[in-house]
């Protein structure tokens, strides 16, 4: 299966700059990443509904306020909840960058969802993202008393993308906290959990796929700053167990992190809890930010989250 023309376009035109940034001695740095994926959302994923109720608030995780937005489909009628951690190389990506996505997804499910803002490489290393997400979770049905938000049950479903998915397959590692918070699904989208770089699809797609080896490497060294172990610290490496929350994998046919997606859903197979892997083939990493170049792919795989969750 070939990468569908309109994303092959985008990732020409991107292979054909790359040499002149190389003349140039052009640095990755938080700022153009953040900027670089700002775009890439603001340009290919238009086709949501802006109208969609919105209500931005805060948790609080020790001193510092973790901003969240609430996603209401049907304002006024109690729903499930779910939380959304959204993806980046725990370096970039935002409440307002998954904006868009968050709205589709949310009026996909029918879910009251709740996107976090979690704090950033390098300025807050590892494990900070996890503890901000951690604490919003703990707080979400607070709030959504506070704010008078009606909701059908306090289970939750965890959804990230990527390094989102990372938070959140790490969360789900910690029993207790899933017992406590009543976490029982889990939807990992394209999802990054083998922070040892040893993923066999990097020779395939680690080069020339929109996502690369190298920036990938650049992450983690961001993400990681105090000799960490990282296998210790990667989801797929984890201990799974019987308890653990039912998980769908989704994965993109091109993607560097597709074998460790795979391996994942295997292990979650493997101590007898529920999972699914949805393949969605001609696409790439990130591809729900290029929805409007591989529409139906995004689709599908929005529908797919959605007959899951109904499960």
Known sequence: MLVKPKIRELLDKIEQIKPYLASIGYKLN?????EAMANMAYLY????????FTLDDVVMNGHYP????????????PLPVAIFIHGGGHMAGGITVYDGIVRKLSATINHIVISIDYRLAPEFAYPTGIEDSKAAIRGVFKVLEERKIAYTSRELTLIGDSAGAAVCSS?????????????????????????????????????GYLLEKSKIAWYFESYFQHNEDRKAASPVYGEFYVGMPQTL???????????????????????????ELLKIDGVVHAYLMLENLCKEECDVTYQEINKFLLK
């Open 30 to 34: 938080q700022a153009n990443t953040r």
């Open 45 to 52: 994923m238009t086709d949501y509904n802006k109208m969609l």
């Open 66 to 77: 973790v901003p969240i937005r609430i996603y209401h489909p049907q304002p006024g009628t």
């Open 171 to 207: 969360i789900a590692m910690d029993k207790e906290f899933v017992v406590v918070e009543q976490i029982k699904k889990q939807v990992l989208i394209y999802p990054s959990v083998d922070y040892t770089l040893s993923s066999p699809s990097f020779a395939q797609y680690g080069s």
């Open 249 to 275: 994998v989704v994965v993109a046919s091109h993607d560097p992190l597709i074998a460790e997606g795979m391996a994942y859903y295997q292990n979650v197979i493997n101590v007898g809890v529920n999972a």
